[in-house]
């Protein structure tokens, strides 16, 4: 068995994080995997994982092996599929980031049919709240919420977002419903970031233009809230705690039941989280996209287009 074959059962045990779940997935036996990365362990003189009685991590060079051992698997995969004339069949390992909470409340939900389409292909999903490198963290693919894509890569576009400033009918019954830009900044305001966040909330009319309001003095209220996830900040406004900018593809479900209102129709948020107002699957530059690639591409379109799902009656 060739130096391939042990990067490629290391890999595996990378992305399970165990042994077993790569024993699992290659079928083979723990022992056998155990002893190829223990091979490879001594052919390299260096240890690359660290072991503990739940779980395996890669040491700093373990991780550096790993993230090339996936480029050179990926284009031994490419080669054989060349050679053995099934380029237009996606096959192999899929290694897919976005952000953890659309990641959690669209995309995973689609995978079922996905894999089912595409059986020969497997899926490793990561998700995210960060800047992913494509090139060092070994990712084909990344789905990015993003105003516009930056250089040096290749950016689809798969889907408008959507922002609305949203509340539960409780804390409305309550507090009042603002029927002003400007009246936004007497209610509790729940705001997105970690540590510091824009004080101000943007909006735009089609017609009156743009208006500003000064969120910050919300924090008088023991109730204000600020978080760096739509998923928390969706259960804040479900449980009354104030008002919040939030996407669609969080809040779709709720809107529909009337579990949270749109406020002041015909104004858009924009800048600051809702910045974010484009989803694009994002790759490293090449000749042409891996088939893995190109058929999560072409499904997220399929699935997303003319309007994504989260936007439909």
């Given at each position: 068995m060739?130096?391939?074959?042990?990067?490629?059962?290391?890999?595996?045990?990378?992305?399970?994080?165990?042994?077993?779940?790569?024993a699992?997935?290659?079928?083979?036996?723990?022992?056998?995997?155990?002893?190829?990365?223990?091979?490879?362990?001594d052919?390299?003189g260096?240890?690359?994982?660290?072991?503990t009685?739940?779980?395996?991590?890669?040491t700093?060079e373990g991780?550096?092996?790993?993230?090339?051992?996936?480029?050179?698997?990926?284009?031994?995969?490419a080669?054989?599929?060349?050679?053995?004339?099934?380029?237009?069949?996606p096959?192999?390992v899929?290694?897919v980031?976005?952000?953890?909470a659309?990641?959690?409340?669209?995309?995973?939900?689609?995978?079922?049919?996905?894999?089912?389409?595409?059986?020969?292909?497997?899926?490793?999903?990561g998700?995210?709240?960060?800047?992913?490198?494509?090139a060092?963290?070994?990712?084909?693919?990344?789905?990015?919420?993003i105003?516009q894509?930056?250089?040096?890569?290749?950016?689809?576009?798969?889907?408008?977002?959507r922002?609305?400033?949203?509340?539960s009918?409780?804390?409305?019954a309550?507090?009042?419903?603002?029927?002003?830009?400007?009246?936004l900044?007497?209610?509790?305001c729940l705001r997105?970031?970690?540590?510091?966040?824009?004080?101000r909330?943007r909006?735009?009319?089609?017609?009156?233009?743009?208006?500003?309001v000064?969120?910050?003095?919300?924090l008088?209220?023991?109730?204000?809230?600020?978080?760096n996830?739509?998923?928390s900040?969706r259960?804040?406004?479900?449980?009354?705690?104030?008002?919040?900018?939030?996407?669609?593809y969080?809040i779709?479900?709720?809107?529909?039941a009337?579990?949270?209102?749109?406020?002041?129709?015909?104004?858009?948020?924009?800048?600051g989280?809702?910045?974010?107002d484009?989803?694009?699957a994002?790759y490293l530059?090449?000749?042409q996209?891996?088939?893995?690639?190109?058929?999560?591409?072409?499904?997220l379109l399929e699935?997303?287009?003319?309007v994504?799902?989260w936007?439909?009656?």
């Open positions: 060739g130096r391939l074959e042990d990067l490629q059962t290391f890999a595996r045990v990378v992305d399970t994080r165990s042994f077993s779940g790569a699992r997935l290659l079928g083979a036996t723990k022992s056998a995997v155990s002893k190829q990365v223990a091979r490879l362990e052919e390299l260096t240890r690359l994982l660290l072991r009685t739940r779980s395996v991590s890669p700093p991780q550096a092996v790993y993230e090339r051992a996936l480029r050179l698997l990926d284009e031994a995969q080669l054989d599929d060349e050679l053995a004339g099934r380029h237009e069949q096959r192999g899929l290694r980031s976005t952000s953890t659309f990641g959690n409340l669209q995309f995973t939900a689609l995978m079922s049919e996905f894999c089912a389409r595409h059986p020969q292909l497997q899926v490793v999903l998700l995210n709240d960060r800047y992913v490198d494509l060092e963290e070994g990712f084909d693919l990344v789905l990015r919420l105003h894509p930056g250089p040096g890569l290749v950016a689809r576009r798969l889907a408008a977002i922002y609305v400033l949203c509340a009918p409780d804390y409305l309550a507090q009042g419903e603002p029927q002003q830009v400007a009246e900044a007497r209610h509790r997105f970031g970690y540590l510091q966040a824009q004080d909330w909006f735009r009319h089609a017609e009156l233009g743009d208006a500003e000064l969120t910050q003095g919300a008088r209220f023991e109730s204000g809230l600020m978080a996830s739509s998923e900040l259960v804040a406004a479900l449980a009354g705690m104030g008002l919040a900018v939030l996407p669609t969080a779709g479900p709720d809107l529909r009337g579990r949270l209102r749109a406020l002041l129709p015909g104004w858009q948020p924009v800048g989280v809702a910045e974010a484009t989803l694009y994002v530059p090449h000749r996209p891996a088939p893995k690639v190109r058929a999560l591409i072409d499904f699935k997303f287009n003319p994504p799902p936007d439909r009656d």
